[in-house]
């Protein structure tokens, strides 16, 4: 088995380079805030980046900001005059993201929302091409069911951290609560015959997710 650090650092060497503001955000986040693992990162914010490069979606929600990083990966592939509406509920988090935006030349594009995800999303009277879920873990589900019908038949849903460090597969964690959450959304999704969806195994596992039909009855 090669060395995981070897090839993560092969991995990092062969893709394309991280955005100077990217840069600077990683090493604020990691100097200043709690759980600064929780940031995407240069590998993860490529794929999303790629992803709605592909996409060019007219409008991205985001549930879960953080300091920022993902969002402004995503918002580099919006169509024309398109928009990102983030959400987060730590307002303490909401200067440093807010910086980075301006710093990136993309605030203009980007509106931020502070609160309860599950009380903000009605309020957004936009319909979404791309949504990226990783937020509470208990909550995906209600996530799932907010904007699910927001979505047109073709648009997206991507959620992180959906392997949970391992613990889908640990019948030990089954009942912790976060894990719960995650495993009941894994078997949404899965037992949803309006979508279809892969697992793509990078970091921490990211849930891919189409929609092909409004109801079942469509198929």
């Not at 991995?11 to 709690?34: C, G, M, Q």
């Amino acid at each position: 088995m090669p060395d995981p650090v070897l090839l993560g650092k092969y991995i990092h060497n062969h893709i394309s380079p991280e955005d100077d503001f990217l840069k600077e955000l990683d090493r604020e986040t990691h100097l200043k805030v709690l759980r600064s693992r929780m940031l995407s990162g240069h590998l993860q914010g490529q794929i999303l980046s790629m992803i709605s490069c592909m996409i060019r979606p007219k409008c991205i929600l985001e549930i879960g900001t953080f300091t920022g990083y993902s969002a402004l990966c995503l918002a580099k592939g919006l169509a024309e005059g398109g928009q990102l509406h983030t959400i987060e509920i730590d307002d303490e988090l909401e200067s440093i993201a807010r910086k980075y935006f301006r710093k990136s030349g993309m605030d203009d594009r980007i509106f931020q929302h502070i609160g309860d995800a599950q009380k903000i999303i009605p309020t957004i009277e936009k319909s979404f091409d791309l949504v990226f879920i990783d937020a509470d873990k208990r909550e995906y589900c209600d996530y799932y069911y907010l904007v699910f019908d927001r979505i047109p038949v073709g648009g997206f849903i991507l959620a992180d951290n959906i392997l949970w460090d391992g613990k889908v597969v640990d019948p030990e964690a089954a009942n912790e609560e976060q894990t719960r959450g995650i495993l009941d959304f894994n078997d949404l999704v899965q037992n949803d015959s309006r979508v279809r969806n892969v697992i793509l195994p990078v970091r921490d596992g990211i849930m891919m997710v189409q929609k092909v039909s409004e109801s079942a009855a469509d198929l």
